[in-house]
């Protein structure tokens, strides 16, 4: 039986850019009412984010659909989730995300990565980061 070759601390420091998203006030105002949060500062043409829409600009599907790494979502745990940011995310900022993989620890057939998406924006000012640690089983092959 031959194991799919694991992803490696030789990934790490491995980064992913993506195109800029624009912030918009509809779609803070839409992720602030799935919430179930009144909080006015998330309505309106001037709104601010609530902390975790950054989540929403961050896209692990590059990590994903790197062919190199044999990661599999349907093999993925989302183990936690945390934010730091160096401002609120504005209706109108035009933020650049780029994922990288910070760490990985590799045990048998599990993988447990840690990935963090920095949001900066297009004029390089840096808004705030997500991190996400992964918990990855690999298949084995008959």
């Known amino acids: ?20 998203i624009t912030v918009t006030a509809q779609k803070i105002q839409e992720f602030a009412d799935a919430l179930g949060d009144p909080n006015p500062a998330y309505r309106g043409p001037d709104a601010i984010a609530p902390p975790t829409f950054a989540i929403t600009l ?40 780029v994922a990288s993989i910070e760490k990985v620890r590799s045990r048998g057939a599990t993988d447990m990565i840690t990935v963090a998406i920095t949001l900066d924006t297009v004029d390089g000012e840096h808004v705030a ?13 008959a």
């Open 58 to 97: 961050a896209s692990f599907e590059a990590v994903l659909d790197d062919p190199e790494l044999e990661l599999a979502l349907a093999r993925t745990i989302h183990m936690d989730q945390s934010f730091e940011h160096a401002r609120p995310l504005r209706a109108g900022d035009v933020v650049v995300p």
């Open 129 to 141: 980061t997500a991190t996400a640690n992964l918990f990855h089983s690999r298949e084995e092959d």
């Open 1 to 20: 039986m031959l194991v799919a070759m694991p992803i490696s601390t030789e990934h790490v420091g491995r980064r992913y850019l993506a195109e800029p």
